[in-house]
């Protein structure tokens, strides 16, 4: 399955680790969950404050789908 | 001794009043908010002499409590028509606080057609001339009052739409530096400034003798506490001063509640284009700073200085809500031209996020199309020069609506929508629909807990729980800004259980008060009810506390929402 990736703000450290764009489609195996596909990429869990699965807060344990848009950001804020 | 200002802009008389005792106590937000709820009519014409332009510090202002030191100005607002409280960061506050002032009064107007200066220092105050900074526009009338008063100074001034009484108008403030990156921007409290004849306020600490504190050493001890939550949290230790607040650009973009082209989507494609990401790569490239705190004793430093290709610093304090309404609500996707219109509007003297939402109402009425970022640069030209187009541009996103002949206005009250749409961050939908401020983000930040995960977590799309949400937020906000501190220590206490008991220690060790957490909660409710009061003897009802008909009928992609929060849940709000 296709994943379209993103990440956001100091993760961006995980696209150059991966050596992948901030922005960019990767193909997957079917049936990974947020968990699993985090680990994957070598991504710690703690630095991952928010993780969006198609623009909705998404928890570990949710599986993805083929065509999914994956969203990870750091703690943010502002105003 | 604590003194208040009291300046009649008819007589010219500048007087320094004892602190009557319903004032007592009272800092920031409270201060402002219950001068203007005792003082002025809520009847009155917000640009007439009936209405009173109040300046304060907050509680903690001038003290060693970090981001402590933000100004509060209130009036009748000739935007909306409500009570309006709005605050800004720099030197101003910490400068009053120093000379032991907790506030302000301008009254009257001055009927001679004349411009002056109010000047506050160690001897007093008095009013003088500014007929040399007639129309002149901010970053210019800073430079000669600087030559003028010295560099030290603190300076709030007005550029020519508060002379020329536009209700977008806002009050520019110098920051650290000097520089007038510091907004007052809601509301066109600079508008009420123009209508009296005050281009500028100049406060000079020299000499002050300082804050009082009753007991020093608690308080220290409650600072360090407090400077530790703000060092160890995530978001006011490493992201706000790495990024700015530009950084929410693409959280917003990513869970589709980024207002984009007048409120018609909650994505903008060029998002990242405009971005905190992109924003902190340019200001490295060009040797700029992306790092500034804005006022003495700021840990946090989200501010910045942007410098256009050549060189040319344009602008700075160029934050999240000002690159939101200019960029991608007008569908503009280059921060290079982002930051020309916001120099613009901080020289001519306009709040950025009301201009940035007139501007996308123009685009949708077909004035210039979306995307024209020289056009938006023209039109804010014809702002400066006072044309007709100018000034309907200058009266905000409400008015040129009906002069255009456009339904999809975001506004309440009058008041254009900040960066957060509704239809997709329900509870920050409801501070919207229910502030007495009109729309307004930072009167009850939502957002902290449905977007950001910060102090709890709730899905921004469900209307269930939103108005407490929203209720519980206000209340905590209203609090806050009366102390004078910068909102976004939220960032901090709200993950860490030792923030607001330290602020409480400062304010018991500093006033000599034995308050307790509750206290302060009641301080908010208080100042709240204060303003909704105003506003009902202002002839406000329940049925102003209703975002506009399209959010409700119109789906916004791509989560293809409306703002469905029943209206009984909103109209609880009311009731603390």
């Keep these: 399955m296709e994943i379209e990736l993103r990440f956001y703000a100091t993760l961006v450290k995980y696209a150059e680790k991966n050596k992948i764009p901030q922005f960019s489609t990767v193909e997957l195996e079917e049936g990974l969950t947020l968990a699993s596909f985090l680990e994957k990429f070598g991504i710690l869990r703690e630095h991952v404050r928010i993780a969006m699965v198609n623009g909705k807060r998404a928890e570990l344990d949710q599986v993805l789908r083929d065509g999914d848009r994956v969203g990870l950001f750091p703690p943010v804020g502002g105003g | ?576």
């Design chain 2, 1 to 576: 001794m604590s003194k208040i200002v009291r300046v009649n802009m008819i007589t010219k008389g500048v007087k320094l009043e004892d602190v009557p005792d319903n004032y007592k106590g009272l800092g920031g937000r409270g201060f402002t908010s219950t001068v203007v709820a005792t003082e002025v009519d809520p009847l009155c014409h917000p640009l007439g002499k009936e209405n009173k332009l109040v300046v304060a510090p907050g509680l903690l202002g001038g003290t060693p409590c970090p981001n402590s030191g933000r100004t509060s100005f209130g009036a009748k607002s000739p935007l909306t028509g409500t009570i309006k409280e709005t605050n800004v960061g720099g030197t101003l506050g910490a400068n009053l606080a120093d000379l032991q002032i907790v506030g302000i009064v301008v009254e009257g107007e001055a009927e001679d057609d004349k411009s002056y200066t109010l000047v506050v220092n160690k001897d007093g105050a008095t009013l003088e001339s500014a007929e040399e900074l007639k129309n002149n526009l901010v970053y210019d009338a800073v430079k000669k009052l600087q030559a003028k008063y010295g560099k030290n100074v603190s300076i709030a001034c007005i550029g020519p739409a508060g002379e020329a009484k536009m209700a977008t108008a806002n009050i520019s403030v110098t920051d650290i530096d000097g520089i007038p990156t510091r907004q007052a921007g809601r509301g066109g409290l600079g508008a009420v400034m123009g209508s009296k004849g005050l281009k500028a306020i100049v406060v000079d600490d020299a000499g002050a003798p300082g804050v009082e504190i009753k007991d020093k050493k608690a308080f220290n001890n409650a600072a360090e506490v407090f400077t530790d939550v703000l060092q160890k949290a995530p978001i006011t230790s490493e992201t706000l001063p790495l990024y700015g607040t530009d950084i929410l650009i693409n959280i917003l973009n990513e869970a589709g509640g980024l207002p984009t082209r007048n409120f018609s989507s909650g994505r903008f494609e060029m998002a990242n284009n405009i971005g905190g990401e992109t924003m902190r790569e340019t200001i490295l490239k060009r040797k700029g700073n992306p790092t500034h705190p804005c006022m003495p004793g700021c840990i946090i430093k989200c501010s910045n200085a942007y410098k256009l290709e050549d060189g040319t610093e344009v602008t700075g304090g160029f934050e999240y809500e000002s690159i939101w309404a200019l960029g991608a609500n007008c569908g503009i996707g280059d921060l290079d031209t982002i930051a020309q219109l916001n120099r613009l509007c901080d020289d001519i003297g306009v709040d950025t996020i009301e201009t940035g939402d007139t501007i996308a109402v123009a685009m949708e009425a077909g004035v210039i199309p979306f995307g024209d970022g020289k056009g938006a640069i023209n039109l804010l030209k014809e702002v400066e020069k006072g044309s007709p187009l100018g000034k309907i541009i200058g009266s905000g996103a409400t008015c040129l609506g009906k002069v255009y002949g456009v339904t999809r206005v975001p506004q309440v009250k009058g008041q254009g929508m900040p960066a957060y749409e509704p239809r997709a961050v329900k509870g920050t939908g409801v501070t919207f629909a229910t502030s007495p401020m009109g729309t307004d983000h930072t009167a009850g930040y939502a957002v902290a807990v449905e977007i950001l995960g910060c102090g709890g977590t709730a899905d921004p799309l469900d209307p269930k729980g939103k108005a407490d949400l929203s209720k519980t937020f206000q209340i905590v906000t209203a609090a806050v800004d009366c102390t004078g501190l910068c909102l976004f220590i939220a960032f901090g206490t709200l993950v860490d259980e030792r923030g607001v008991p330290a602020i409480v220690a400062m304010l018991n060790a500093q006033y000599g008060l034995s308050l307790t957490g509750d206290d302060v909660t009641e301080l908010g409710k208080k100042v709240l009810q204060t303003e909704w009061d105003f506003n009902r003897r202002a002839g406000f009802t329940k049925e102003d506390d209703r975002l506009p008909l399209f959010m409700i009928k119109e789906k916004l992609p791509p989560h293809n929402t409306v703002f469905d929060v029943p209206i009984k849940d909103i109209d609880g709000v009311h009731e603390l």
